[in-house]
């Protein structure tokens, strides 16, 4: 029987995994989601739009609750319940809601009067019916900006997915860092109290002054202090995963390993990162799309310029008040005599500028972005090497030999407990260090292939502010501006 806890937890992540791929939605759009998120991470979506989609998301999290949490497990919790991310999937169901009302075509208008005439007699009646020409022969141009924006959503939300997912994993590591830092202080309360029960024997019998058994209790009581502080900490840092991960009630009762992965001996490939961050990074496309699409909006608005408004065909037809009906074709023209667009055209030529220089900008701190985190996952590996062959073993050392001069009476207490301290700052520097290599490797990921951590809601704001739309081209009849 299998009691590996780390198969366990492998062969549980793999079952959700195949499990939800059996489940993959129906959606087109949210497809193309999945096999981008999917081919970059790994992992799987699922976007509730009914119960069936709720039970199974859940099932699939208590599966993976059952074991330790790892950072890719407890990344997989928050794709499937972190309710945000759902509020973004929804996004893609409003813009391919836009696409499909781009392809249809406006409704026909209807009119009617009826006159009485004051002597009596056989009333007037009038009837028309018109239809919109200009917008059935738009349609294809908005269904091409329409589908642009649908285009733009999917990127954007695969660009948040990956931004929860190096969330996760950065609240997964700083957990565990505390936790392994928890483990040691508690260590460390046991010595202390065995110190000062030791320098008060030491006390009474004269051997030590007063000043140095209160700088022992003293030093005990701190440990308390520090345990108290880190255990606080760790309430803390488990409440933002619970967040992060979107589970309440019994579910967070989850546990994590006491201590970080394991550096692993080799290093991940770092050849090519910025070259490969241009072509992947969702930030990237999506700025890319956005020149696109307000550059083809630009076109379309140049050559429409002179075209009328609006123009309405339809049938009229009216009874006169003898009994005779007179029935013909209706032509209605918004002609562009003081609006030719002018306004509308010098909007979307600076929306035009503003996406270049945007794209220019990713594109520079895309190349800065990757060149730090690989700098970082390299400066920590070597800074974590360096605490854990050289500069732990030494003040281990340090300690155990001014332990063995102060049972020798050759050293006071203070000389033991500063060893101690620095001890204890050179395994926090180790631990912190660790943590922070594999932060950098989750910020590397982030920067490769998803964009800028933090930076996609003002960005997509901004965008959306941007985001060309085609009718009504010009000012219409009402003084509505519709550029």
Same mark, same amino acid.
């Given at each position: 029987?299998?009691?590996?806890?780390?198969?366990?937890?492998?062969?549980?992540?793999?079952?959700?995994?195949?499990?939800?791929?059996?489940?993959?939605?129906?959606?087109?759009?949210?497809?193309?989601?999945?096999?981008?998120?999917?081919?970059?991470?790994?992992?799987?979506?699922?976007?509730?739009?009914?119960?069936?989609?709720?039970?199974?998301? !859940?099932?699939?999290?208590?599966?993976?609750?059952?074991?330790?949490?790892?950072?890719?497990?407890?990344? /997989?919790?928050?794709?499937? =319940?972190?309710?945000?991310? /759902?509020?973004?999937?929804? /996004?893609?169901?409003?813009?391919? +809601?836009?696409?499909?009302?781009?392809?249809?075509?406006?409704?026909?208008?209807?009119?009617?009067?009826? &006159?009485?005439?004051?002597?009596?007699?056989?009333?007037?009646?009038?009837?028309?019916?018109? /239809?919109?020409?200009?917008?059935?022969?738009?349609?294809?141009?908005?269904?091409?900006?329409?589908?642009?924006?649908?285009?733009?959503?999917?990127?954007?939300?695969?660009?948040?997915?990956?931004?929860?997912? %190096?969330?996760?994993?950065?609240?997964?590591?700083?957990?565990?860092?505390?936790?392994?830092?928890?483990?040691?202080?508690?260590?460390?309360?046991? %010595?202390?109290?065995?110190?000062?029960?030791? +320098?008060?024997?030491? !006390?009474?019998?004269?051997?030590?002054?007063?000043?140095?058994?209160? =700088?022992?209790?003293?030093?005990?009581?701190?440990?308390?202090?520090?345990?108290?502080?880190?255990?606080?900490?760790?309430?803390?840092?488990?409440?933002?995963?619970?967040?992060?991960?979107?589970?309440?009630?019994?579910?967070?009762?989850?546990?994590?390993?006491?201590?970080?992965? #394991?550096?692993?001996?080799?290093?991940?490939?770092?050849?090519?990162?910025?070259?490969?961050?241009?072509?992947?990074?969702?930030?990237?496309?999506?700025?890319?799309?956005?020149?696109?699409?307000?550059?083809?909006?630009?076109?379309?608005?140049?050559?429409?310029?002179?075209?009328?408004?609006?123009?309405?065909?339809?049938?009229? %037809?009216?009874?006169?008040?003898?009994?005779?009906?007179?029935?013909?074709?209706?032509?209605?023209? &918004?002609?562009?005599?003081?609006?030719?667009?002018?306004?509308?055209?010098?909007?979307?030529?600076?929306?035009?500028?503003? +996406?270049? =220089?945007?794209? #220019?900008?990713?594109?520079?701190?895309?190349?800065?972005?990757?060149?730090?985190? &690989?700098?970082?996952?390299?400066? @920590?590996?070597?800074?974590?090497?360096?605490?854990?062959?050289?500069?732990?073993?030494?003040?281990?050392?340090?300690?155990?030999?001014?332990?063995?001069?102060? @049972?020798?009476?050759?050293?006071?207490?203070?000389?033991?407990?500063?060893?101690?301290?620095?001890?204890?700052?050179? #395994?926090?520097?180790?631990?912190?260090?660790?943590?922070?290599?594999?932060?950098?490797?989750?910020?590397?990921?982030?920067?490769?292939?998803?964009?800028?951590?933090?930076?996609? @809601?003002? &960005?997509?704001?901004?965008?959306?502010?941007?985001?060309?739309?085609?009718?009504?081209?010009?000012?219409?009849? @009402?003084?509505? =501006?519709?550029?």
């Amino acid at each position: 029987m299998i009691r590996d806890p780390l198969v366990l937890r492998t062969s549980a992540l793999l079952l959700v995994v195949s499990f939800l791929a059996g489940c993959a939605s129906s959606d087109p759009s949210f497809r193309d989601v999945e096999g981008a998120v999917g081919s970059r991470t790994g992992k799987r979506l699922r976007w509730m739009q009914n119960s069936g989609d709720v039970t199974a998301a !859940h099932e699939a999290t208590r599966l993976l609750l059952k074991h330790r949490l790892t950072a890719d497990s407890a990344a /997989q919790i928050a794709l499937l =319940n972190n309710r945000r991310l /759902q509020a973004s999937f929804e /996004q893609i169901g409003i813009s391919a +809601a836009e696409y499909r009302q781009a392809s249809s075509p406006s409704n026909p208008s209807f009119s009617g009067l009826i &006159r009485f005439p004051d002597s009596g007699g056989i009333s007037n009646i009038e009837f028309s019916v018109a /239809q919109n020409l200009l917008d059935l022969l738009l349609i294809p141009l908005k269904r091409r900006l329409a589908k642009a924006a649908l285009d733009a959503a999917k990127l954007e939300v695969s660009r948040e997915v990956l931004e929860l997912v %190096t969330e996760t994993k950065i609240a997964f590591y700083n957990l565990q860092a505390r936790q392994q830092l928890l483990s040691r202080l508690k260590l460390i309360v046991e %010595t202390n109290e065995s110190a000062a029960d030791l +320098a008060k024997r030491m !006390h009474e019998a004269g051997n030590i002054p007063d000043v140095e058994l209160a =700088n022992q209790q003293a030093t005990y009581s701190q440990s308390h202090v520090d345990v108290a502080q880190a255990e606080a900490q760790i309430r803390s840092e488990r409440e933002r995963m619970n967040r992060l991960m979107g589970v309440w009630g019994a579910d967070t009762n989850w546990s994590v390993g006491d201590r970080l992965p #394991e550096i692993p001996p080799s290093e991940i490939s770092l050849s090519r990162l910025e070259s490969k961050a241009l072509e992947q990074r969702f930030d990237l496309a999506l700025a890319r799309q956005n020149v696109a699409s307000i550059g083809f909006a630009g076109g379309v608005q140049r050559a429409t310029r002179f075209l009328p408004a609006g123009i309405d065909a339809g049938v009229n %037809t009216e009874r006169e008040t003898d009994g005779s009906r007179l029935t013909g074709p209706t032509l209605d023209l &918004r002609l562009p005599i003081f609006d030719q667009g002018q306004a509308g055209a010098a909007r979307l030529a600076a929306q035009y500028r503003r +996406a270049q =220089n945007e794209l #220019e900008a990713i594109a520079v701190e895309a190349r800065s972005e990757v060149r730090e985190a &690989r700098d970082k996952v390299l400066a @920590n590996r070597e800074l974590a090497r360096y605490y854990g062959q050289v500069l732990l073993p030494q003040r281990v050392q340090i300690v155990n030999t001014t332990q063995l001069q102060y @049972n020798a009476m050759q050293r006071s207490p203070s000389d033991l407990l500063l060893a101690k301290e620095r001890e204890l700052n050179a #395994e926090r520097g180790y631990v912190e260090a660790w943590r922070d290599y594999w932060i950098a490797r989750a910020e590397l990921e982030m920067a490769l292939k998803g964009g800028s951590p933090g930076g996609g @809601n003002s &960005r997509r704001r901004d965008q959306d502010s941007e985001r060309p739309r085609l009718a009504p081209l010009r000012q219409d009849e @009402n003084g509505s =501006n519709g550029d």
